[in-house]
């Protein structure tokens, strides 16, 4: 399936007006589970680095981390960077006239070769590197990008299942990806090749979590890029479906899970 049509399709509805895609950010907050779980890494450097720090989105996409980073501490500097130029123009149009403007910032560019060196406090890279063949380029870029001591955070789908991959034979859910997911033992790898230490990886996407993602994002997906008359209904499906998704989250969260279809990892420089 191919998800970046139906991204577009959204994306000219929430441009239309600056509460719209407002409150588009907000449900993707409540909607997405990795947002939880990166939102949850995200608070814990924040507790550790109080004050100004600079930080990168790195294939910020839509934009609604890099205005979540913002709102989490409004003496960072947030460079949301992606490769799509209509996305970037939407997100810096977004923040003009907000009182984010001068704080965010959006920027085109390539993350394979993209490094602005020992600038940032701290990198995230979300639903990012399953989509970039030369993933070692990235990940020595952000390296080299990273202060020293500076962190960073990915969010990507894992080798057990990601992608909705459960079989070898099996195709990626989205067709956009060049990569199914990531094993603990290679992604650590490439970090440290990279240069990177302290990387600690946990598993996400547990049982509660897969159950999650099918019913808040799989199924809706699929009828949207079905057609987008499903749109009509989708807030009736919502209704219904939420509180049992916005459960299977909460445990998820705060489950230690022995494998699962995404990984959060984390490293220093």
Known sequence: MKYDPVKSRIGRIVNRRKWLRKLFYRLLDILLLRTWHVKRAVKEFADERPGEAEVLDAGSGFGQYSWRMWRMNRQWKVLGLDVKEEQVADCNRFVAGTQAEGKVRFMTGDLTRYSDENRFDMILSVDVMEHIEDDNAVFRNFYLSLLNNGELIISTPSDRG?????????DSFIDEHVRDGYGVVEIEGKLRAAGFRDIRTRYTYGRPGKVSWKISMKWPVLMLNASMLFAVILPFYYIL????????NMFDVGMRHSEGTGLLVRAKK
């Open 162 to 170: 990601g992608s909705d991959v459960q079989h070898e034979h099996e």
């Open 241 to 248: 479906a939420m509180p049992f998704a916005l459960v299977l």
